[in-house]
């Protein structure tokens, strides 16, 4: 079974920084494709960074240079480093895993970005 548990949200003012965690249920799917995806109240969730099992990374536009997708393979966990955040980055966040070519999402975590 395919399970992720986010964590690290919160409420920060704009300009502020947060990190996510995500734990995957199983050691060895911290070396798959894995990815952030938020969804922002009434729009579809959007794809936010990938990392590959190969270590290559990709943001959508919207979050390069303020946003870092890394992951710590010793401890299993895949992180979100957010910078510089702004109102338009309010959403939940949710973690990713592409196994046998299903893509597999946690619960999310809410992020809040206001003044």
């Known amino acids: 079974q395919v399970q992720l548990v986010e964590s690290g949200g919160g409420s920060v003012q704009p300009g502020g920084s947060l990190r996510l965690s995500c734990a995957p249920s199983?050691?060895?799917?911290?070396?798959?494709?894995m990815g952030w995806y938020r969804q922002a109240p009434g729009k579809q969730r959007e794809l936010v960074a990938t990392?590959?099992?190969?270590?290559?990374?990709n943001y959508v536009d919207s979050v390069k240079d303020r946003f870092t997708i890394s992951r710590d393979i010793s401890k299993r966990l895949m992180y979100l480093q957010m910078n510089s955040l702004k109102p338009e980055d309010t959403a939940v966040y949710y973690c990713?895993?592409?196994?046998?070519?299903?893509?597999?999402w946690g619960q999310g975590t809410q992020v809040t970005v206001s003044a």
């Open positions: 990392i590959t099992s190969g270590g290559n990374t």
């Open positions: 990713s895993v592409v196994v046998a070519g299903n893509t597999y």
């Open positions: 199983r050691s060895t799917f911290i070396l798959y494709d």
